[in-house]
Nanobody
Framework: VQLVESGGGLVQAGGSLRLSCTAS????????MGWYRQAPGKQRELVAS???????NYADFVKGRFTISWDIAKNTVYLQMNSLKPEDTAVYYC???????????WGQGTQVTVSS
């Protein structure tokens, strides 16, 4: 499966961005998709996930600010990010998941930079 993320950019604190991720190729059994991020010098961490049934889960540090959605017909998952903070600065990645475990090859990601 190939994953292509887009929508990142430079935004001021308090601003918004909408990330998109399209999956293509042969996709076997998955039950969810997730957005992850990796800041410089830090490990990659799960930001949000959404199941085929529409159940969403968020990391505490984005609850109330980010919204994940999945257009299954388009194989595209979105991340609406509002009230962005400088600490949200990172490269954002998506992945297909099975039991909240990422199972696809990581894509290039999309850089999000939030200025104070």
């Amino acid at each position: 499966v190939q994953l292509v993320e887009s929508g990142g950019g430079l935004v001021q604190a308090g601003g918004s961005l909408r990330l998109s991720c399209t999956a293509s190729g042969i996709i076997f059994r998955i039950d969810s998709m997730g957005w992850y991020r990796q800041a410089p010098g830090k490990q990659r961490e799960l930001v949000a996930s959404v199941t085929t049934g529409g159940t969403t889960n968020y990391a505490d540090f984005v609850k109330g600010r980010f919204t994940i959605s999945w257009d299954i017909a388009k194989n595209t998952v979105y991340l609406q990010m509002n009230s962005l903070k400088p600490e949200d600065t990172a490269v954002y990645y998506c992945n297909v998941q099975l039991g909240l475990i990422p199972i696809g090859a990581w894509g290039q990601g999309t850089q999000v930079t939030v200025s104070s």
